[in-house]
Nanobody, 115 residues
Framework: QVQLVESGGGLVQPGGSLRLSCAAS????????MGWYRQAPGKERELVAT???????NYADSVKGRFTISRDNAKKTVYLQMNNLKPEDTAVYFC?????????WGQGTQVTVSS
């Protein structure tokens, strides 16, 4: 089973930026499409960005033009660059395979956007 460890979250003001990282424990993840998901309080978990093993990307409309997903297979890591953050981006962010999560969920990383 692949273990996933997310990091990079924090408290940021509206309009600010953060870069999230997701480290996988096994290199087999490099053959799978990966995604960043988020779950806000009282809401269901949603998929916001995906990257295929060929580096093709896709984004939810709510983050398109502001977030960028990328991967470094040699480092077994997936990234999410988040710019122009908004209060509605506040959530716990997770990574997993996309679009169906196949691995056990990590602990996630909290992102809070507030002035």
């Amino acid at each position: 089973q692949v273990q996933l460890v997310e990091s990079g979250g924090g408290l940021v003001q509206p309009g600010g930026s953060l870069r999230l990282s997701c480290a996988a424990s096994r290199s087999t993840f490099s053959m799978r499409a990966m995604g960043w998901y988020r779950q806000a309080p009282g809401k269901e978990r949603e998929l916001v960005a995906t990257v295929t093993f060929r580096d093709s990307t896709n984004y939810a409309d709510s983050v398109k033009g502001r977030f960028t997903i990328s991967r470094d297979n040699a480092k077994k890591t997936v990234y999410l660059q988040m710019n122009n953050l908004k209060p509605e981006d506040t959530a716990v962010y997770f990574c997993n395979t996309a679009t169906t999560p196949l691995y056990s969920w990590g602990q996630g990383t909290q992102v809070t956007v507030s002035s």
